[in-house]
């Protein structure tokens, strides 16, 4: 039977609740103290350094969501699902529990004045930006680092997957951080050389993380300004997750650098969430919608876009699109190509 609007609009309203009891989850280890089997409640409670009365409430909780199971003699277990809120698991999501649970939950509470000015509503919650909170609360940066690098490792591995790399021979990943996409391709393709270009305090990480990957033969770490310049010299340049952080105005200035930069031959690579040219009335809230709301709440005029608005957008700075790979995640690869000019 179809769900009456009152239900609908009930389940909206209450759905902070099972995102608060994964946060407590997360936040509890609950999932750290189970790993080697059950538990009593009163184990738990003492595990998780908690008192037992509320552990038996959150249990109760825990358990209708699927994410945990208790049997006749009390006993508590890990579903498929609750194992992944564990800390050292494979596919762990505990940092994104514990972000999108704390500080993202906050500024998603202050949504109707970022609505109202245009200003994230994280900096009204916590009084500053965004990655100035996260440089002096490092329990919030670690977790925010560790859900961009696990949201990371699914649409790389797809990327690389699906586009045809035939013919490059260098690649510049711009903004590439700690160089996790660069790496994969290399390490996929290892007749190609690359390097990571990201702000100097940044590729610090991306060095370590290239020796311990043993690619540090094959990609180099430049620091500076994607604002300023780029160095020249590569054929194919990626920007994965960059575009969507700036107005139209900054990716303007990327995009020159880009331009710039790249041989009269070369490539860009696009990847990010596509906006859908027209919204479609679902049950659910669709992933680019929602990560576009994300990043009004958090990031003020930082926005995702339609592939109509990449085309405008590249078109504007002297590309054009050559191919679009739609990926299982829900990203996609723009492949754009340089205009003669």
């Not at 184990?43 to 208790?70: I, Y």
């Not at 610090?204 to 160095?231: H, K, N, Q, T």
């Not at 009004?296 to 590309?319: I, K, M, T």
Request: glycine share 8%.
């Amino acid at each position: 039977m179809q769900a009456t609007p009152r239900e609908q609009l009930s389940e909206l309203l209450f759905g902070f609740m099972p995102a608060q009891l994964v946060h407590a989850m997360a936040r509890l280890q609950i999932a750290d103290q189970l790993a080697d089997g059950p538990l009593t409640v009163a184990e738990l409670s003492s595990a998780a350094d908690a008192q037992p009365g509320p552990m038996r409430r959150l249990v109760r909780g825990l358990a209708s969501v699927g994410l945990v199971e208790v049997d006749s003699d009390d006993r508590v277990s890990l579903t498929e699902t609750g194992a992944l809120l564990g800390s050292d698991v494979r596919g762990s999501m505990r940092d994104m529990a514990l972000h999108f649970g704390s500080e993202a939950f906050s500024a998603w509470g202050k949504l109707d004045h970022s609505v109202r000015t245009g200003e994230p509503g994280f900096e009204v919650v916590f009084d500053e930006p965004f990655f100035s909170y996260t440089k002096h609360n490092p329990e919030a940066g670690a977790a925010f680092d560790g859900t961009m690098t696990r949201m990371s490792q699914g649409v790389i591995a797809q990327a690389v997957a699906a586009y045809d790399f035939v013919g490059v021979t260098k690649i510049l990943d711009v903004g590439g951080g700690r160089g996790h996409f660069v790496a994969a391709v290399l390490e996929a393709h290892p007749n190609l050389e690359g390097a990571v270009f990201d702000q100097p305090h940044v590729v610090e990480a991306a060095a370590d993380y290239l020796s311990r990957s043993e690619l540090g033969d094959r990609c180099v770490v430049i620091g500076g300004s994607f604002f300023e310049s780029l160095p020249s010299g590569f054929d194919l340049h990626i920007l994965k997750w960059i575009l969507h952080d700036w107005n139209d105005e900054s990716c303007g200035k990327i995009l020159a650098s880009c331009r710039a930069a790249l041989p009269a031959d070369g490539r860009l690579l696009v990847v990010e969430r596509l906006l859908p040219e027209e919204t479609v009335t679902s049950r659910t809230l669709q992933p680019a919608i929602a990560s576009d709301l994300n990043m009004l709440a958090n990031f003020g005029d930082a926005v995702e876009r339609s592939l109509a608005d990449y085309e405008r957008l590249l078109r504007d700075s002297g590309f054009s699109l050559a191919e679009v790979i739609a990926l299982q995640s829900g990203f996609s690869v723009l492949d754009f190509r340089p205009q003669p000019s």
